[in-house]
């Protein structure tokens, strides 16, 4: 049996939301804050699709 990495909706939506929040301000510092936040939304979500936020059994 072969097992399958984890991946969820929870840690994408949290990803992006976060990615855009540090992306808008990063982007502020840089003197762009809309491109910060579309940058930040597509690496917070990357990097947070593979995060398991808990058990998707609730008991």
């Keep these: 049996m072969s097992r399958k990495p984890h991946r969820n909706?929870?840690?994408l939506f949290l990803?992006?939301?976060l990615?855009?929040?540090v992306g808008?301000?990063?982007g502020r510092l840089l003197g762009?804050?809309?491109w910060g936040i579309i940058l930040g939304t597509l690496a917070g979500a990357a990097l947070l699709y593979r995060v398991?936020?808990?058990s998707r059994r609730r008991r």
Aim: aromatic residues 12%; charged residues 5%.
């Design 15 to 17: 990803g992006a939301v």
């Design 32 to 34: 762009n804050p809309g």
């Design 52 to 54: 398991n936020p808990g």
């Design 9 to 11: 909706g929870r840690g």
């Design 24 to 26: 808008y301000f990063a």
């Design 19 to 21: 990615g855009a929040v």
